[in-house]
T-cell receptor
């Protein structure tokens, strides 16, 4: 069983909706990540939180808004998305708070469909 | 800039065959980490191995083995006596320590199909 839990597993939303993806880990990891993955492509980094502070934003459109309420939780708020944003959204964590040396532990992902 | 190349897009083998997945990387850092991840159809990426740039020892874990060669910038992954459950997409990844911290670079992945 994965130790990174993502909800919901599937989400269908319209372009005017507001929704959120949630991620939780209880391994005491100090870095948490959001990745986006399109079919038959590698994961693309979106955001990194290091010690609960946003450390990396890979020029992601503002319709994606991350939030790290505490060291165990990571949210991704979605608003006014486009159909091309449909993808698998993966949350990951690493013990190494600076994200340099540690392996990533991934959740099962939230599969998002934007109509 | 860091780059990872997995030249094999798809590989198909019959059960019990051995198969090697290739990974070639580029980096200017002298200190870096290499990883392999497995992504089964369920979607979750599963960490398989981590290697740092100062440790060129090959590693074996059950049917899995990894060959790290700095001279050729390669980190290849071999599955011995493949099984149907090995069918998945396998990603090689690179993480630099001094630059691009937090930004693991993934190869495009190799889809392995093991037929019974």
């Amino acid at each position: 069983d994965t130790e990174v839990t993502q909800t919901p597993k599937h989400l269908v939303m319209g372009m005017t909706n507001k929704k959120s993806l949630k991620c939780e880990q209880h391994m005491g990891h100090r870095a948490m990540y959001w990745y986006k993955q399109k079919a038959k492509k590698p994961p693309e980094l979106m955001f990194v939180y290091s010690y609960e502070k946003l450390s990396i934003n890979e020029s992601v459109p503002s319709r994606f808004s991350p939030e790290c309420p505490n060291s165990s939780l990571l949210n991704l708020h979605l608003h006014a998305l486009q159909p091309e944003d449909s993808a698998l959204y993966l949350c990951a964590s690493s013990q190494d708070g600076l994200g340099r040396t540690g392996e990533l532990f991934f959740g099962e992902g939230s599969r998002l469909t934007v109509l | 800039a860091q780059k990872v190349t997995q030249a094999q897009t798809e590989i198909s083998v019959v059960e019990k065959e051995d198969v090697t997945l290739d990974c070639v990387y580029e980096t200017r850092d002298t200190t870096y980490y290499l990883f392999w991840y497995k992504q089964p159809p369920s979607g979750e990426l599963v960490f398989l191995i981590r290697r740092n740039s100062f440790d060129e020892q090959n590693e074996i874990s059950g049917r899995y083995s990894w060959n790290f060669q700095k001279s050729t910038s390669s980190f290849n992954f071999t599955i011995t006596a493949s099984q149907v459950v090995d069918s998945a997409v396998y990603f090689c990844a690179l993480s630099e320590v001094s630059t691009n911290a937090g930004k693991s670079t993934f190869g495009d992945g190799t889809t392995l199909t093991v037929k019974p």
